[in-house]
Nanobody
Framework: QVQLVESGGGLVQAGGSLRLSCAAS????????MGWFRQAPGKERELVAA????????TYADSVKDRFTISRDNAKNTLYLQMISLKPDDTAVYYC????????????????????WGQGTQVTVSS
């Protein structure tokens, strides 16, 4: 089992930046494909970005391309989401998620395919 703990959320003005972190513990982090999701009030949870277990492949939701960057440091068991040019529409609770996959399998983009979830961190972008 993997335990995930997000941090780095907060209140920021439109145009600002934040970096989210997700600390993983419990199993070999490099065995897991990871994702960042978000859920705004009254909306379904949606994929923000996903990354392969070694970090060489990534994918992003169209709404965050060129503004958000997902990365991981397997030596530190940590997943990151760098967010720039934040917009009020980015306001949501952000979750990291993990699922074990063999190397060279496709990126995992569906919410239901992830096994482990963090508790979430709130990001609020004011206009």
């Amino acid at each position: 089992q993997v335990q995930l703990v997000e941090s780095g959320g907060g209140l920021v003005q439109a145009g600002g930046s934040l970096r989210l972190s997700c600390a993983a513990s419990g199993r070999t982090f490099s065995n897991y494909y990871m994702g960042w999701f978000r859920q705004a009030p009254g909306k379904e949870r949606e994929l923000v970005a996903a990354i392969s277990n070694r970090g060489q492949r990534t994918t992003y939701a169209d709404s965050v391309k060129d503004r958000f960057t997902i990365s991981r440091d397997n030596a530190k068991n940590t997943l990151y989401l760098q967010m720039i040019s934040l917009k009020p529409d980015d306001t949501a609770v952000y979750y990291c998620a993990a699922v074990q996959r063999p190397y060279f399998t496709p990126l995992v983009v569906r919410t239901e395919d992830y096994e482990y979830w963090g508790q979430g961190t709130q990001v609020t972008v004011s206009s």
